[in-house]
């Protein structure tokens, strides 16, 4: 069974520091790693995804993401965060499935 | 549309009432998703269809619950005789097929059981 597991709650940060949100992960196969982030009274929307390839993978709105597949881990990172980054977090895992599986989420709270 | 449509986006229902949540897909998404998102948690899997077969409704809580996608498009989550506990977001997501493929929610269906 696939799982992911992000073990912060959540990540308080000043305004112009870097964020790093944890991720980790368990698969049977090939894992397909995403992040999403869900503002409040609002959906999921989609911030990046590890397929295959180069470890490091770039995203929206600055977010980057490293996986690192002896650690089983697809930390989320941004390197100078906003207030406007303040939000709910998720990473998910697909396997050879076809559906995600989420994380409980990490809520960010960047202060000015 | 652009996005993955989902009516209403509020209901409240009063315990006891059959309520229906409308989903419309990205053109093109051959597999539509519904998940069931509790206050302060992450979303869990509800069922699964690739056009209109439904291939996956392992997450599905009760035989109150139903989807369906009869023309694989638009699909439809029912729920029958509401309970307190069926108080939550209804995400409806879709993608292209295959394993790699971005999943793109909607906003979601927040229901409101009192």
């Known amino acids: 069974a696939q799982s992911v597991a992000q073990p912060e709650d959540q990540v308080n940060v000043a305004e112009g520091n870097p964020l790093t949100v944890k991720c980790t992960y368990s698969?049977?196969?090939?894992?397909?790693l995403f992040w999403y982030v869900q503002y409040p009274n609002r959906g999921l929307q989609f911030l990046l995804k590890?397929?295959?390839?180069?470890?490091l993978v770039k995203g929206s709105y600055g977010f980057e993401a490293e996986f690192n597949k002896s650690q089983t881990s697809f930390h989320l990172k941004k390197p100078s965060a906003l207030v406007s980054d303040s939000a709910l977090y998720f990473c998910?895992?697909?396997?050879?499935?076809?559906?995600?599986?989420f994380g409980a989420g990490t809520t960010v709270t960047v202060r000015a | 549309g652009a996005g993955v449509s989902q009516s209403p986006r509020y209901k409240v229902a009063k315990r006891g009432q059959d309520v229906a949540l409308r989903c419309d897909p990205i053109s093109g998404h051959v597999s539509l998703f519904w998940y069931q998102q509790a206050l302060g948690q992450g979303p869990e899997f509800l069922t699964y269809?690739?056009?209109?077969?439904?291939?996956?409704k392992s997450g599905l809580p009760s035989d109150r619950f139903f989807a369906e996608r009869p023309e694989g498009s638009v699909s439809t989550l029912k729920i029958q005789r509401t309970q307190q506990e069926d108080s939550a977001v209804y995400l409806c997501?879709?993608?292209?097929?295959?394993?790699?493929?971005?999943?793109?929610f909607g906003e979601g269906s927040w229901l409101t059981v009192v």
């Open positions: 590890y397929i295959t390839g180069d470890n």
């Open positions: 698969v049977s196969g090939n894992p397909y």
């Open positions: 998910a895992v697909r396997d050879i499935d076809y559906k995600l599986s």
């Open positions: 269809f690739q056009n209109e077969a439904q291939l996956d």
């Open positions: 997501a879709s993608s292209f097929r295959g394993t790699g493929n971005t999943i793109y």
